[in-house]
């Protein structure tokens, strides 16, 4: 026992007790640790990179090994070794039959074909079996013909193939092609020139062609999720990159490639249909037209873009990229998807070149929830301070406005355009109202259908009308549609509420799309101001439209 005051002496060759169970700390080898981002290690992970740097034995300053590697150590002699138990001997073996492996590989193969289809979490299937080594196994000649039969003492040479069985044969041949030559058709013949040639191409006809501008391109496909390939809608097949497509399939399988049909408006509809219908057997394919006020499948693009967003849910962000030939329209998609103009637009090609990251544009629809705004990647995007007409509409008191509407109003009437209506639903307030307000009627107002054609619009009701009853209705004081229609539904819901004397209805939905003007066609007259400006109209209005229940007489 050591004395007061006199200090323990450490064994420095005493081994520190090793912590069992729940180990702390933040080292990327504890596989204890908190899952803060993607792509941690796992536990196997851990294990392997573990057993890779105790590979090798200890040795001190003299080199003698302090410690041993793994599966090296030494035993007294005569000490008796035993292996150690595992309950795995005594289980069933993991079998697959030939039935069932030939399933999984023509279910497999026809999901990894398929581009509407996507494999989640491959790393833990079995794909290697898809790649059958009999199919994809470069020949080898020494397996079918062996050396010594080929090149030693005893080669079995085999007869050459001979086009003629005698001399006179060959010679006849000889004076037939000799009689039949063209000097004229003869390319490889090498002619003798003045010494004067062709003017050379102006070098705009090679714009877009140099190392760097490919360096380019590969930078846009591996900084992005999500690749947009733009195609010329009056020649598709002749601006489709090969060489882009082959190398996503066999380097970059994970990503996802889309084709954009840009300047669908030059070519007749059934051109647009049939090249829509031709290429989506192989890529998801969208006929578009980009301008920036009357624009064409920018709501159909941003909604097959946040269905991809739905696979990468660890990321707060996905990154969209955009490459085509010269002159086929990225940056005008890019000015049509931010409704004002970022990128400079110019008939000459090459007038965009370089990459430019994280050009967000907002995506309609907007959740405080999942905020993942699109990042789209691609080159001229030049940096303007937002103007505030852009976030009229958005402030917190506008919210509160909302939701004072949706707690004051029997009936809710939500305003899209017909243009595009999904982009102009607030999944929010739907949601909001299924969760806590059950009670309230929900109706869809599909305004401003005189701008779309009517077969448009009846898709689109039908489309609509599976979730929520959706009226198709033309704001205007003279010369209104669907009115009458919305004023008869207004009083049978009326009817299920006897005991108020009056109910109320009102009208939300996105800035511009007409909540102003279906108050003037219901009053008959102008009572609210209307503006093309997005958030001019932002205080409630107290009792526009009230039905009465009991005499269905409008106010």
């Known amino acids: 026992m050591p004395r007061r005051g006199e200090k323990v002496k450490r064994n420095k060759n005493a081994k520190t007790p090793k912590k069992e169970g729940f180990q702390s700390g933040s080292h990327s080898l504890n596989p204890d640790r908190p899952k803060t981002h993607a792509g941690q290690r796992d536990r196997a992970t851990i294990k392997r990179l573990l057993m890779y740097k105790n590979s090798k034995p200890q040795r001190n300053d003299k080199g003698v090994i302090v410690k041993p590697a793994p599966f090296q150590g030494r035993v007294p002699s005569g000490t008796q070794s035993r292996v150690e138990p595992n309950r795995k001997w005594f289980g069933n073996t993991r079998v697959v039959g030939q039935g069932a492996l030939q399933t999984f590989q023509d279910e497999l193969g026809k999901a990894v074909k398929d581009p509407y289809r996507v494999v989640m979490r491959p790393t833990k299937l079995p794909v290697t079996l898809l790649n059958e080594r009999a199919t994809h196994q470069r020949a080898h000649l020494l397996d079918v013909e062996k050396f010594e039969s080929t090149f030693g003492p005893k080669a079995q040479r085999k007869k050459p ?27 490889d013949l090498v002619v003798e020139t003045d010494g004067v040639r062709d003017k050379a191409k102006e070098w705009i006809m090679f714009a877009g062609q140099s190392k760097r501008i490919w360096n380019e391109l590969y930078k846009v496909v591996d900084s992005s999720d999500i690749l947009l390939q733009v195609l010329d809608a009056r020649d598709p097949m002749g601006t489709r990159c090969p060489t882009i497509e082959k190398f996503l399939k066999e380097e970059k399988p994970f990503k996802h490639l889309v084709f954009i049909l840009n300047k669908c408006d030059l070519v007749p509809t059934w051109v647009t249909k049939r090249w829509v219908a031709t290429l989506s057997a192989e890529y998801p394919t969208l006929a578009f037209h980009a301008s920036i006020t009357n624009s064409f499948g920018k709501g159909p693009l941003i909604n097959i873009l946040r269905q991809f967003g739905k696979l990468h849910v660890d990321k707060k962000q996905i990154s969209v990229g955009l490459i085509g030939y010269p002159n086929v329209g990225k940056s005008s998609i890019i000015n049509t998807l931010k409704a004002k103009k970022v990128v400079k637009v110019a008939p000459i090609p090459g007038e965009t070149k370089e990459l430019v990251s994280h050009a967000e544009t907002t995506t309609t629809g907007y959740d405080k929830e999942k905020d993942r705004d699109l990042v789209v990647e691609t080159d001229g995007v030049r940096d303007k301070a937002k103007e505030w007409i852009m976030f009229a509409g958005q402030s917190k008191r506008i919210w509160n406005e909302l939701y004072k509407v949706v707690d004051s109003s029997d009936i809710l009437l939500q305003v899209l355009d017909a243009r595009d209506p999904m982009g102009t639903r607030c999944p929010t307030i739907e949601k909001f109202l299924k969760e806590e307000k059950p009670f309230k009627h929900l109706v869809f107002i599909l305004n401003k259908c005189d701008l779309v054609p009517t077969w448009v619009t009846k898709r689109w009701v039908a489309t609509l009308s599976a979730e929520y009853p959706t009226l198709a209705f033309h704001a205007s004081i003279t010369n209104s549609f669907g009115k009458g229609p919305l004023i008869n539904i207004l009083r049978q819901f009326g009817k299920l509420h006897v005991d108020k004397k009056q109910i109320s209805v009102g009208l939300i939905g996105y800035p511009n799309v007409g909540k102003s003007s279906i108050i003037n066609t219901l009053k008959a007259k102008k009572v609210v101001k209307v503006a093309p400006i997005p958030g001019e109209t932002k205080v409630r209005l107290e009792q526009l439209a009230c039905f009465r229940s009991r005499d269905r007489k409008r106010v």
Not at 165 to 181: F, I, K, P, Q, W
Request: charged share 35%; with cysteine; proline share 0%.
């Open 161 to 187: 193939n001979m086009k003629f069985d005698c001399l006179t044969e060959l010679v006849s041949h000889a004076e037939t092609t000799t009689t039949g030559y063209d000097k004229e058709k003869d390319r």
